[in-house]
């Protein structure tokens, strides 16, 4: 029998860690790290958080993470994607626990806000699977900016960058947060009345962070996350957008 421990860290600070969190991982008879072939940082990343909490020595295992089709419709490919990746947590985990174990895989942010680590899962029968809460990147964009999500008795909605050039500022809001956003869909809004909070990298020795009106920091913020991608090779990023409070 597998148990698979979905483990929420942060975004990349050890620290971001529950005690929760570092208790699983350091009973866990495997841990699984993901490896980009673009962004293989992130996977050192996730094998230094290890080697800081980690107080016995517990096997690792990466594997290649499949690449999503961007052809086609997008809906099938997320799907097919997904079971991509399922089949590679099987194969790993076989590979090196055919009897059977706890298994910790470590996803960045927290499994359940804009996340499919809990849909892939599901699609492994037979494993039972637990899910170990982190630190959002929400939490961590507000932190570093000392805000509060919300205005005072105020609306919020979450969305990605996909969805805000598509369908625009969603009408009950008056506090936007926009995830996995691979451009600036902010660009597509009326700045007029807007202000917006930005960070990217949040929680590493790299982070940045902008903050002000949008027609005046939307510039700043776009050309500061274009050097960020060029530098790294890859960038990480969320913003709040907030309208003008009468």
Same mark, same amino acid.
């Given at each position: 029998?597998?148990?698979?421990?979905?483990?929420?860290?942060?975004?990349?600070n050890?620290?971001?860690?529950?005690?929760?969190?570092?208790?699983?991982?350091n009973?866990?008879d495997?841990i699984?790290?993901?490896?980009?072939?673009?962004?293989?940082?992130?996977?050192?990343?996730?094998?230094?958080?290890?080697?800081?909490?980690?107080?016995?020595?517990?096997?690792?295992?990466?594997f290649?993470?499949?690449?999503?089709?961007?052809e086609?419709?997008?809906v099938?490919?997320?799907?097919?994607?997904?079971?991509?990746?399922?089949?590679?947590?099987?194969?790993?985990i076989?590979?090196?626990?055919?009897?059977?174990?706890?298994?910790?895989?470590?996803?960045?942010g927290?499994?359940?806000l804009?996340?499919?680590?809990?849909?892939i899962?599901a699609?492994?029968?037979g494993?039972?699977?637990?899910?170990?809460?982190?630190?959002?990147?929400?939490?961590?964009?507000?932190?570093?900016?000392?805000i509060?999500?919300?205005?005072?008795?105020?609306?919020?909605?979450?969305?990605?960058?996909?969805l805000?050039r598509a369908?625009g500022?969603?009408?009950?809001?008056?506090?936007?947060?926009?995830?996995?956003?691979?451009?600036?869909?902010?660009?597509t809004?009326?700045?007029?009345?807007?202000?917006?909070?930005?960070g990217?990298?949040l929680? #590493?020795?790299?982070q940045?962070?902008?903050?002000?009106?949008?027609?005046?920091a939307?510039p700043r913020?776009a050309?500061?996350?274009?050097?960020?991608?060029?530098r790294?090779?890859?960038? #990480?990023?969320?913003?709040?957008?907030?309208?003008d409070?009468?």
């Amino acid at each position: 029998m597998i148990a698979l421990q979905l483990i929420g860290i942060g975004t990349g600070n050890p620290d971001h860690l529950t005690r929760e969190a570092v208790g699983v991982l350091n009973t866990a008879d495997l841990i699984l790290i993901p490896r980009k072939e673009h962004a293989a940082d992130l996977a050192d990343l996730r094998h230094a958080i290890c080697a800081a909490v980690l107080t016995r020595t517990v096997p690792i295992t990466e594997f290649d993470m499949p690449v999503r089709a961007g052809e086609g419709d997008y809906v099938q490919a997320v799907h097919a994607w997904h079971d991509a990746i399922a089949a590679a947590w099987r194969a790993a985990i076989e590979a090196r626990l055919p009897g059977g174990g706890c298994v910790a895989l470590l996803v960045w942010g927290d499994p359940s806000l804009y996340d499919s680590t809990l849909r892939i899962a599901a699609r492994l029968p037979g494993m039972s699977v637990r899910v170990v809460p982190g630190i959002t990147s929400v939490q961590a964009l507000t932190a570093a900016h000392g805000i509060p999500l919300n205005a005072l008795a105020g609306t919020v909605a979450i969305t990605t960058g996909r969805l805000l050039r598509a369908q625009g500022w969603p009408p009950y809001a008056e506090t936007l947060v926009v995830m996995l956003d691979g451009g600036c869909a902010f660009e597509t809004l009326d700045p007029a009345g807007l202000c917006i909070w930005w960070g990217a990298f949040l929680g #590493m020795s790299r982070q940045a962070l902008d903050h002000g009106p949008l027609a005046e920091a939307g510039p700043r913020i776009a050309a500061t996350r274009a050097a960020l991608r060029a530098r790294h090779g890859w960038i #990480m990023d969320i913003y709040l957008l907030r309208k003008d409070q009468p």
